[in-house]
């Protein structure tokens, strides 16, 4: 599709950063259209449907789980014959689930939209665009290419709210998503099919690459240090943001600072990222993560002593952005050093789909202990995440030659080519 021609090292720097801004715009797209639009229309569908703002939001965890189901046949496709076909179709159904949830007249019909949903953001957002950038990039750019992808979006979908205010306010609800789902499928389809590297690209990408089979990787320690740190920080995360603005009114803070706090959230994503995407690889990952985690933890285990301190409570909640922003940019580049290139979207659906689970359940179980016990649960879970990673401090990427025994886990990428 370009006059350049990739080789296994990864591909030219003009390539790259088509594929960055095209991934930036595509899930910074399929968040706005899928997920972040949902806050901004819940009471006015909520209304028009005639059914609580709780049956609406169930309809996130239908698609959360049906991501789950989904991520593990989703890294076996991308495992063997690249992202292109898949994304592409991934950015179709989401602009057709977007434009179905514009017309349904009842929660089960809502339900069945967020089907085709969860589908489509297993297919075409970070987790897939990530598992690309391995494959495509050299490891001396991989952090950089997801830590942009992920800064730009981060932000741009938090920039957009005004907007989608603004179209719900003067369009209605149902004729904004339709106006999403095109402005989706003009942007995404188009652009997955002109810069995602085809099959036969993809095969030569990783036909120099190594990486551990799934099967190797869970007999191996470090992957369930792994899961237990990054299942850890989303359940902790996924609880917090669900509870706290009820938490903060709870202690007696005023409607206006209880809603506004949370925003301090993003804001530290976003810094946290940036912080990241300045320094580059002098900053090494796994340490990184691990500190943010920790400051995580420490934000969360010291909110419910901080009382009415607006400046304190901002602080504590900010912590938890720090831990959020690093994260989900921290796992792929984290998996790909311990476990390598040629099977690796089959390894971070393994920890995907028990992450996805524990976004789903640990809100309930949040909401069952209620109070100030579910923010030191949060913080003894985040605590623990980071502890998780601290015996992963000092391993060299696999590339290198030196993360696993090459006598018994090292396999080419060619084995599952033929």
Known sequence: MTDESPTSA???TRQRRRLIAVFAL??????????????????????????????IAGASTVSTLIGALAAFPIGRVLDRFGGRALMTA????????????SQVTSVLM???????????????TYEAAFAVLVFATDP?????SILAVAMIAGLATYLVYPIL???????????????????????????CVWVIPSRATHRTQIQNRVGVPLATALRQRRFWLLLIAFVGQAGSVSAFLFLIVAYLLDVGHPPVVATSIPIVIGVMQILSRLVL?????RIP???????AFAVQAGGLLLLPVVGLSIPLTVLCVAAVGVGQGIGVIARPSILADNFGVAHFATVLAAITVPMAFARAGSPLLGAWLGDWRFLVGCGVVALVAAIALLPLIGVRPMEEGCAVDTSTDLVRSRSDAR
């Not at 809502?110 to 075409?124: I, K, P, W």
């Open 10 to 12: 990864g591909l030219p």
């Open 26 to 55: 595509t899930s910074t797209m399929a968040y706005v259209a899928m997920i972040q639009i949902i806050p901004v229309i819940l009471i006015p569908m909520a209304g028009d449907l005639g059914t609580s703002r709780t049956a």
């Open 90 to 101: 991934g950015a179709v159904i989401g602009a057709i689930a977007v434009v179905l949830w």
């Open 110 to 124: 809502l339900y069945a939209a967020f089907v085709l949903v969860g589908l489509s953001l297993a297919m075409c």
């Open 140 to 144: 001396r750019h991989r952090d950089r």
């Open 165 to 191: 205010g603004w179209m719900t306010g003067e369009l209605g609800w149902r004729l904004s998503l339709v106006i999403l789902a095109v402005v989706f499928a003009v942007t995404a389809v188009p652009g």
């Open 277 to 281: 995407t300045t320094l580059g690889r």
């Open 285 to 291: 990952l796994a340490p990184a993560t691990s500190l």
